[in-house]
Structure formats: structure tokens, C-alpha cells
């Protein structure tokens, strides 16, 4: 391993050297080969170089290598797969923890709106110690953060099944599982993207679909196992299988944060000065404020029309589906259309499925069929976030803005459920829930619309600046650059002249 690293640092060094060879001799002329070669082999000038390497290193520093764009990408790929199917998907099965604590009463004393505050505990704390994770993984590494993470969820799982007050609850299915899905969420979430280009969102859709698939099963395994072996015990064996699978893959992951030079700054604030990255952050505010109440909302829904517990689970588990078979397409085609465009595309689907589909579902067979087709684009937010916000503030600093995208979604994410489930209580059926369901998707698309509107001016002026075609324009930012900070600037000017143009970005 280590001599393929010095053959590769070798074959690097030489192919930077070359390139400089050819910019000189761009420079001076083809008539003066022989005076670059003797300027670049001069005793004088090796001992100048010889003299001040280091110097030179910080006032010239080689390029990272460019993504491999797959290989050891693809391991990392199916690993965050596994983490986010027994994080986030496993979170997604509290939907039927939460149809079944209202049906039997489990914990005596407690109302509807304490039980949806634990579905909503558990995401808002996996957001609030986004800064914490970012900071051990810049201090001590990824696999320290992934490995906290898992002793937290653990911990959780196994606590839960002990848990005989409410309060209890709050602790381990609510706050400890939050902790230690946001350590495993935070350590993983950046991997991806840094191991592709044009495969990019692909991979990422691929990534985010272990979610779907997790919930998927664990929520038929949930209904399943609490009426066979109990609900402490099926605690138990959630814990334990997270154990070992989120073990397995902390294990492989493999991060590129020290090549590509990655910020992990946990408060990059500076960012909120720029209105195309407040548009991001509104984009998922709204996605949240709906979202959540999809996934916890669904399975007590089905309840209340008149279905049965089993039922209920399996529209839970269908939806949960429609994430998994979703968003790997909707990474594929971001690829080819533009990423911010199948953001807003998709989002604005959510919204009008949960409009046309979801409010008139009133028997087993419609609510099948919204929940796997409404699947699909729920989760838009979670499949397309990233890469997007590569596309915002370039790939040096996506983790430090996507850290801020995880704090600033923390209060939609504890809320949505309790203010859904007090529509209910207020009016007597879901309709209101539903609308505002709906109408808070529609709403993210809008601020998607309208971040392709500088996203379109960004690269018109950057095109404009280089003397270049659109098409030759890289769409992922890098700010560095003092003609990117200009094209931002006219890109801010010309937001809603260009939000309707039609172009791939």
C-alpha cells in the first residue's frame, strides 16, 4: 500500500511538473524551450528551490486528486446505505410504536402530543449535535464519531425497552437515539459526495434509499415482533442489530476530508450572508415541517379511518418503500437534468400528491397506493440536499453548510408532529393536517424555484467572465475564485428574472 502511494505521489508530482513546463512555454513562447529548460535546471535555481521548500509548497500547493468517481466509492456507498436503513429508517418505524402506544395506552398518563414529542425528540437531537459530530470528526475522526454514535443508539434501544414512565421514553427512544443517530448521520452523510463527480447524485440517491429500505423493514418488523415477542424485546433486537451492522460499516467507511482539504468548521455563519444559501436552508424548513409528519402521521392515520393495527403497519412499511424505490432515480436523473431542478420537480410532487392523493384516501387501496407512490418524492429533501449544496458553496465547505442546514431544520423537525397531531385534536379529522401537509411542500419547491433563478444568473455571468459557452461552465461552485464571489453578486440580481428559464442546473 504504501509504495503504491509513492508511485501514484510520483506520477502526480510529475504530471504537475509537466503542466507547469507548458504554461511557462505558453508564456515565453515556443522559441524559448531552451531557456525554461535551463532556468528549471540551473544549479542556481535548485539551490533557490532547495533552499526554500516549504515556501514554496504553501505558495504553490498541488492540487487534490480529482474523485475517483466510483471504485472504493461504491464500498462507502452501500455502507451509508446500511447506516442510514438503521438509523433513520429504523427511526421511521415509530410510526407504528406510535399507533400502538395510543391504541393499548402503554405508559398510563400519557397524551397523544407527549408520544408524537418522542418521534419528534429523536430528529431534532440527531440536528442539534450536528456541531458536536462535526467537531469530533474534524478533532478525532470519522470513525470516532460514527462509533459514539452507535454506542448512543444502543444504548437507546435496550434502555427503551425498560422504560415503564413516559418520561423514560423521552430519555432513551427520544433524546439518547436522536444523539447517536445524529453522531452516525453527521459522520457519514459527507462521504459520499466526496468519492464522485458526474455520479454524483446517483450515488447519493443510492445512499439516502437505505433509509427507505430500513424503514421499510423495520416497520414490518416492529408490528411484527411487538405482537409475537413483545415490545421490550423488540426493542432489544433492534438494538442489537444496529449494533452490528453500524459496526461493520464504521469500519469500512473511508473519508477524503485531509486530500480534498475539507472545512469542518461547525459554525460557519459567514454563509448565511449569501440569500442563495438562506433559500437552501428555507428549501429545508418547509421539506421538514412536512416530512415528519408523513412519516410519523401515516400508520395513526390509517387507524382513525378504520383500519387495523397490522394494516397500519404495512401502509408505514409501504411508504417507507416508496423512499427506497424513489430516490435512486431521483439522484440518476438529477444527473442528467440538474440537481436543483429535480429538487424543486420532486418537492412540488409531494405537495400536490398529499393535495390530490392523501386528502381523499379513505380505504385500504387508496392508502396503499399514496403511500407507495407519495413515497417516492417524500423524501426528496434528504436525497438531493447535498449534492445541491455542493452546487451552492462548492465542495470545500459542504460540510460546514450542511451542518447549519441540520441546525437550522431542528425546530420544524421537533414541531411538525405535535402541531399535526393538534390540527387533529382541534378539528376532529386530518384534513387540516393534510393540507398543511401539502401546502408545506408546495412551499419548499417555491424557494427551489427561486434558487435556480441565481443559480441560472451565476453561470450566465461566470460564462460571461471567461468568454466561455453555459455548457462549459462547471455548475459546482468554487468560490475561491474572484470571479465566482462576481457571479454570485449578479446571480442574487437576476433571481426571479431567470427562476422560470429553462436550463440544467
Same mark, same amino acid.
Given at each position: 500500500?504504501?509504495?503504491?502511494?509513492?508511485?501514484?505521489?510520483?506520477?502526480?508530482?510529475?504530471?504537475?511538473?509537466?503542466?507547469?513546463?507548458?504554461?511557462?512555454?505558453?508564456?515565453?513562447?515556443?522559441?524559448?524551450?531552451?531557456?525554461? !529548460?535551463?532556468?528549471?535546471?540551473?544549479?542556481?535555481?535548485?539551490?533557490?528551490?532547495?533552499?526554500?521548500?516549504?515556501? &514554496?509548497?504553501?505558495?504553490?500547493?498541488?492540487?487534490?486528486?480529482?474523485?475517483?468517481?466510483?471504485?472504493?466509492?461504491?464500498?462507502?456507498?452501500?455502507?451509508?446505505?446500511?447506516?442510514?436503513?438503521?438509523?433513520?429508517?429504523? !427511526?421511521?418505524?415509530?410510526?407504528?410504536?406510535?399507533?400502538?402506544?395510543?391504541?393499548?395506552?402503554?405508559?398510563?398518563?400519557?397524551?397523544?402530543?407527549?408520544?408524537?414529542?418522542?418521534?419528534?425528540?429523536?430528529?431534532?437531537?440527531?440536528? *442539534?449535535?450536528?456541531?458536536?459530530?462535526?467537531?469530533?470528526?474534524?478533532?478525532?475522526?470519522? #470513525?470516532?464519531?460514527?462509533?459514539?454514535?452507535?454506542?448512543?443508539?444502543?444504548?437507546? *434501544?435496550?434502555?427503551?425497552?425498560?422504560?415503564?414512565?413516559?418520561?423514560?421514553?423521552?430519555?432513551?427512544?427520544?433524546?439518547?437515539?436522536?444523539?447517536?443517530?445524529?453522531?452516525?448521520?453527521?459522520?457519514?452523510?459527507?462521504?459520499?459526495?466526496?468519492?464522485?463527480?458526474?455520479?454524483?447524485?446517483?450515488?447519493?440517491?443510492?445512499?439516502?434509499?437505505?433509509?427507505?429500505?430500513?424503514?421499510?423493514?423495520?416497520?414490518?418488523?416492529?408490528?411484527?415482533?411487538?405482537?409475537?415477542?413483545?415490545?421490550?424485546?423488540?426493542?432489544?433486537?433492534?438494538?442489537?442489530?444496529?449494533?452490528?451492522?453500524?459496526?461493520?460499516?464504521?469500519?469500512?467507511?473511508?473519508?477524503?476530508?485531509?486530500?480534498?482539504?475539507?472545512?469542518?468548521?461547525?459554525?460557519?455563519?459567514?454563509?448565511?450572508?449569501?440569500?442563495?444559501?438562506?433559500?437552501?436552508?428555507?428549501?429545508?424548513?418547509?421539506?421538514?415541517?412536512?416530512?415528519?409528519?408523513?412519516?410519523?402521521?401515516?400508520? !395513526?392515520?390509517?387507524?382513525?379511518?378504520?383500519?387495523?393495527?397490522?394494516?397500519?403497519?404495512?401502509?408505514?412499511?409501504?411508504?417507507?418503500?416508496?423512499?427506497?424505490?424513489?430516490?435512486?432515480?431521483?439522484?440518476?436523473?438529477?444527473?442528467?437534468?440538474? &440537481?436543483?431542478?429535480?429538487?424543486?420537480?420532486?418537492?412540488?410532487?409531494?405537495?400536490?400528491?398529499?393535495?390530490?392523493?392523501?386528502?381523499?384516501?379513505?380505504?385500504?387501496?387508496?392508502?396503499?397506493?399514496?403511500?407507495?407512490?407519495?413515497?417516492?418524492?417524500?423524501?426528496?429533501?434528504?436525497?438531493?440536499?447535498?449534492?445541491?449544496?455542493?452546487?451552492?458553496?462548492?465542495? #470545500?465547505?459542504?460540510?460546514?453548510?450542511?451542518?447549519?442546514?441540520?441546525?437550522?431544520?431542528?425546530?420544524?423537525?421537533?414541531?411538525?408532529?405535535?402541531?399535526? *397531531?393538534?390540527?387533529?385534536?382541534?378539528?376532529?379529522?386530518?384534513?387540516?393536517?393534510?393540507?398543511?401537509?401539502?401546502?408545506?411542500?408546495?412551499?419548499?419547491?417555491?424557494?427551489?424555484?427561486?434558487? &435556480?433563478?441565481?443559480?441560472?444568473?451565476?453561470?450566465?455571468?461566470?460564462?460571461? *467572465?471567461?468568454?466561455?459557452?453555459?455548457?462549459?461552465?462547471?455548475?459546482?461552485?468554487?468560490?475561491?475564485?474572484?470571479?465566482?464571489?462576481?457571479?454570485?453578486?449578479?446571480?442574487?440580481?437576476?433571481?426571479?428574472?431567470?427562476?422560470?428559464?429553462?436550463?440544467?442546473?
Amino acid at each position: 500500500m504504501t509504495e503504491s502511494r509513492a508511485v501514484y505521489n510520483d506520477k502526480e508530482s510529475k504530471q504537475i511538473s509537466g503542466q507547469e513546463g507548458r504554461r511557462d512555454q505558453d508564456v515565453l513562447g515556443p522559441g524559448n524551450k531552451e531557456l525554461i !529548460n535551463d532556468t528549471n535546471h540551473s544549479p542556481d535555481a535548485e539551490a533557490q528551490a532547495n533552499s526554500h521548500p516549504v515556501q &514554496r509548497s504553501k505558495e504553490n500547493p498541488p492540487p487534490p486528486p480529482p474523485p475517483p468517481n466510483g471504485g472504493y466509492g461504491w464500498v462507502c456507498t452501500v455502507c451509508c446505505a446500511l447506516i442510514n436503513g438503521h438509523t433513520w429508517g429504523m !427511526n421511521s418505524s415509530y410510526g407504528v410504536f406510535l399507533a400502538y402506544y395510543l391504541a393499548n395506552n402503554v405508559f398510563p398518563g400519557a397524551s397523544a402530543l407527549e408520544y408524537a414529542f418522542v418521534g419528534s425528540l429523536s430528529i431534532s437531537c440527531a440536528l *442539534l449535535v450536528s456541531p458536536v459530530a462535526t467537531w469530533t470528526t474534524r478533532v478525532y475522526g470519522t #470513525k470516532t464519531t460514527l462509533f459514539i454514535g452507535i454506542a448512543f443508539e444502543t444504548a437507546s *434501544l435496550i434502555g427503551a425497552s425498560f422504560a415503564w414512565a413516559i418520561w423514560q421514553l423521552f430519555l432513551s427512544q427520544g433524546i439518547c437515539f436522536g444523539i447517536g443517530m445524529g453522531f452516525l448521520f453527521v459522520g457519514s452523510v459527507g462521504i459520499v459526495p466526496q468519492w464522485f463527480t458526474t455520479k454524483r447524485s446517483l450515488a447519493n440517491g443510492f445512499a439516502t434509499s437505505g433509509s427507505g429500505l430500513g424503514g421499510l423493514i423495520y416497520s414490518l418488523a416492529a408490528g411484527a415482533m411487538i405482537k409475537t415477542i413483545g415490545l421490550a424485546w423488540a426493542f432489544r433486537v433492534l438494538g442489537i442489530v444496529a449494533l452490528a451492522v453500524n459496526s461493520i460499516c464504521a469500519i469500512l467507511l473511508k473519508d477524503r476530508n485531509k486530500i480534498i482539504g475539507a472545512s469542518q468548521l461547525a459554525f460557519d455563519v459567514k454563509l448565511f450572508k449569501r440569500p442563495e444559501y438562506v433559500l437552501l436552508n428555507m428549501y429545508g424548513f418547509f421539506s421538514l415541517l412536512a416530512y415528519v409528519v408523513l412519516i410519523f402521521s401515516l400508520a !395513526n392515520y390509517a387507524r382513525t379511518v378504520g383500519l387495523s393495527a397490522a394494516q397500519a403497519s404495512v401502509i408505514s412499511a409501504l411508504f417507507n418503500l416508496g423512499q427506497a424505490l424513489g430516490r435512486p432515480p431521483i439522484g440518476y436523473f438529477s444527473d442528467s437534468i440538474g &440537481r436543483i431542478n429535480m429538487a424543486g420537480l420532486m418537492t412540488f410532487f409531494s405537495g400536490l400528491f398529499a393535495l390530490v392523493i392523501w386528502t381523499f384516501a379513505r380505504s385500504y387501496g387508496v392508502l396503499i397506493f399514496y403511500a407507495i407512490l407519495g413515497g417516492t418524492v417524500a423524501g426528496t429533501f434528504w436525497a438531493t440536499v447535498a449534492p445541491v449544496t455542493v452546487e451552492v458553496v462548492g465542495l #470545500k465547505h459542504v460540510s460546514s453548510a450542511l451542518n447549519l442546514v441540520w441546525l437550522f431544520i431542528v425546530l420544524p423537525s421537533t414541531f411538525s408532529e405535535p402541531i399535526a *397531531l393538534e390540527i387533529v385534536a382541534g378539528t376532529g379529522s386530518y384534513l387540516g393536517t393534510q393540507l398543511f401537509t401539502g401546502f408545506m411542500y408546495i412551499a419548499a419547491a417555491m424557494c427551489m424555484l427561486l434558487l &435556480r433563478g441565481w443559480k441560472i444568473g451565476e453561470l450566465d455571468e461566470l460564462a460571461r *467572465l471567461k468568454g466561455e459557452s453555459v455548457d462549459q461552465i462547471d455548475v459546482v461552485g468554487t468560490e475561491t475564485k474572484e470571479n465566482d464571489a462576481m457571479a454570485k453578486a449578479a446571480g442574487r440580481r437576476t433571481i426571479v428574472k431567470n427562476c422560470l428559464k429553462w436550463r440544467k442546473v
